[in-house]
C-alpha cells in the first residue's frame, strides 16, 4: 500500500510519501489513521485529530469509514486550501 | 463539448484562452480569474497539489457541469508552485450559447475547485511561511449547488 502526505501532514511526518504492508486488522480509512497514530512522535500529532485531516482512497475523496486494501493509494491531507 | 485542464507553473494568457474557447455555435463566453491578493503584507503563495487526483477531481466537476448546463468549451488552469502577489493563480472559463448557463457553471466549477480539488496554499509573510486553513465560507458556497435529488 502506498500513503501520501500533503501540506502540513507531510511537513510535518518528514515524508511526503511511503510504501507500508497493511496490517490484517486494519480494514477502513479510520483504522489505519490509528495504526499510523500507534507509531508515535509526530505520527501521534498529525493523526490525533481527525476533524483536521481529510483521505483519499485511490485518488478520490472518502469518508473515515471506507475500507482500505492491500494495493491501495491512500492520501492523508488538511481540508483543501485551493482556487 | 472541449475541455482542457492544465496544472502548470507558467502562467497564463486570458485573451489566447479566450479565443481558444470561440466556436461558431458559441455566443458566450465567461472567465473567472483568481490572483494573488497582497493583504496583511503577504509578499508570497507557494501552491503544492495532489497529482493524478487533482486532474481526476477537476475533470468530474467539469463533466458535472456539462450535465446540468448547455456547454461548449470549459478551459481550468490552476498554477502550482511560488507565486508572488498579483500573480494569476486561476483561471476557470466557460463558453455556452447564452450568458446564463456560462456565468452559472464558472461559479459552480470555482466553488468545486475550492472546497474539492486537493490544492494547498502556504503564505509567507515577513519571512515566515504559514499554511492556509481551509473557510466555511467556501463549504457554504458549495452546499447552493447540492441538489435535492
Do not use: C
Request: hydrophobic content about 40%; overall charge negative; aromatic content about 8%.
Amino acid at each position: 500500500m502506498t500513503l501520501l502526505y500533503f501540506a502540513w501532514v507531510r511537513q510535518k511526518l518528514g515524508t511526503g510519501e511511503e510504501k507500508i504492508l497493511l496490517p490484517d486488522e486494519v480494514r477502513t480509512v479510520s483504522e489505519l489513521a490509528s495504526h499510523l497514530h500507534a507509531r508515535g512522535g509526530a505520527f501521534a500529532d498529525v493523526f490525533s485529530d481527525l476533524k483536521r485531516l481529510r483521505a483519499a482512497v485511490n485518488q478520490e475523496h472518502v469518508s473515515w469509514d471506507a475500507s482500505v486494501r492491500t494495493g491501495d493509494e491512500v492520501a492523508f491531507f488538511p481540508p483543501v486550501t485551493g482556487g | 463539448m472541449s475541455t482542457r485542464i492544465s496544472i502548470q507553473r507558467v502562467d497564463f494568457d486570458l485573451s489566447s484562452e479566450v479565443t481558444a474557447l470561440k466556436t461558431s455555435a458559441v455566443g458566450a463566453i465567461v472567465i473567472f480569474t483568481g490572483t494573488v491578493r497582497g493583504d496583511d503584507g503577504l509578499s508570497s503563495l507557494i501552491l503544492e497539489h495532489y497529482p493524478g487526483m487533482t486532474e481526476r477531481e477537476i475533470a468530474r466537476h467539469v463533466e458535472e457541469a456539462n450535465g446540468r448546463w448547455p456547454l461548449l468549451g470549459v478551459t481550468v488552469i490552476h498554477r502550482i508552485g511560488k507565486l508572488t502577489t498579483g500573480e494569476n493563480i486561476v483561471l476557470v472559463g466557460v463558453a455556452s450559447a447564452h450568458r446564463q448557463a456560462a456565468f452559472e457553471a464558472a461559479e459552480f466549477l470555482m466553488d468545486y475547485l475550492k472546497t474539492r480539488a486537493p490544492f494547498w496554499k502556504s503564505e509567507e509573510r515577513h519571512g515566515s511561511a504559514r499554511w492556509v486553513e481551509a473557510r466555511g465560507s467556501d463549504d457554504a458556497a458549495l452546499s447552493r449547488w447540492r441538489r435535492a435529488d
